[in-house]
């Protein structure tokens, strides 16, 4: 089958797709399109990701285990920062709906200045609408809130100025296992000065992989995702979702139902049925693993782990 809807093709995924191309696993060839940047690209994108965080099924796995261990656990979390003027930065804001918990605690005791950070403008403004009902202090408007998480050596000096002095760096949901571990480590601490807070959440590798990939065989995950594959070209109904857990990470990927070629910029791509493209991967450590790859970056680290053992939070001070 040939496409000719090219005026539907998103040129950035497009080029990602043309310029990673694809290897062979046996006789299948896989494509890797799994990276974040591709996720929040179109506001329909963000919304449908919004839309699966509201999700039953995501609340119970990520969202209320995450937000149990920051409620319980609260008082020692925000200790080093009680009663000072504090940057909250929110890596990855989303909505800011996590930072509000933070906020809700810190905003009669501390001066408050809040910085979202993500990739999607339609997440930073959503998340700044949010803050603006609680009257914080300040709110950070500026041209790096629209930005991935290389540029935060820039943007964290910036916000040093007046009374703050201190930043406390969130980066909760899930966000570190989207990408490298070491790479993302080394840029947050990085940025960060003597007596700067990180606060992660991420999800545990329990070595069961059908306990771990059931959470994500997820519809409205995969409502969220196929809108990668949409905009290159190739319809829904061509496409199967599935999930494996492999290389210490889940896979969500779609595997073609059938030939399909897309012409675009001059280029020609020709899917086979059976060829399989990954559109995100999410890494899974242990506690022991988590907790021996952040002492690498920081001298001062606390873990905080559900009853279930599959979630964690993690205080790191440099």
């Known amino acids: 089958m040939k496409n000719k809807k090219n005026a539907k093709i998103n040129d950035l995924i497009f080029r990602e797709l043309i310029k990673r191309g ?24 963000a919304q449908a990701f919004l839309d699966l965080e509201r999700s039953k099924e995501y609340q119970k796995d990520v969202i209320q285990k995450e937000i149990d261990l920051i409620e319980k656990n609260i008082d020692e979390i925000i200790d080093g920062i009680r009663d000072k003027p504090v940057n909250i930065i929110d890596i990855g804001c989303g909505d800011g709906k996590k930072a509000v918990i933070f906020l809700s605690y810190l905003k009669n005791t501390n001066k408050l200045r ?3 950070i993500d990739i999607s403008s ?10 603006s009902k609680m ?43 989207n990408f490298e571990i070491h790479e993302l480590l080394y840029e947050i601490r990085s940025s960060m000065t003597d007596g700067d807070f990180l606060l992660i959440g991420n999800g545990l590798d329990n070595r069961n992989p059908e306990e771990i990939t059931k959470a994500y065989k997820n519809e409205q995950i995969d409502e969220w995702l ?28 779609y595997s073609l139902l059938r030939d399909v ?21 999410s890494y899974k450590y242990d506690s022991d693993d988590l907790r021996g790859v952040l002492k690498m970056y920081f001298d001062d680290v606390k873990m905080y782990i559900s009853k ?7 205080l790191c001070r440099k």
């Open 22 to 45: 694809y290897h062979l696993e046996g006789n299948t060839r896989v494509w890797n399109l799994a990276d974040s940047k591709l996720w929040y690209i179109t506001p329909s994108q």
């Open 114 to 116: 809040y910085c979202p």
């Open 122 to 131: 339609y997440m930073v403004e959503k998340a700044i609408e949010k803050m």
């Open 135 to 177: 009257n914080i202090k300040e709110i950070i408007k500026l041209q790096w809130n629209i930005s991935d998480f290389e540029n935060l050596e820039n943007i964290t000096p910036l916000l040093r100025f007046g009374e703050y002095k201190n930043n406390f760096i969130l980066l909760l949901g899930n966000t570190l296992g």
């Open 226 to 253: 196929v809108k990668i594959l949409t905009q290159i070209g190739l319809d829904k109904k061509d496409l199967i979702y599935d999930v494996r857990f492999k290389n210490s990470r889940i896979e969500e990927y």
């Open 261 to 281: 070629e897309i012409s675009f910029l001059g280029k020609t791509v020709k899917f086979n049925k059976g060829d399989q493209i990954i559109t995100a991967v």
């Open 308 to 314: 279930d053992k599959l979630y964690a939070l993690a």
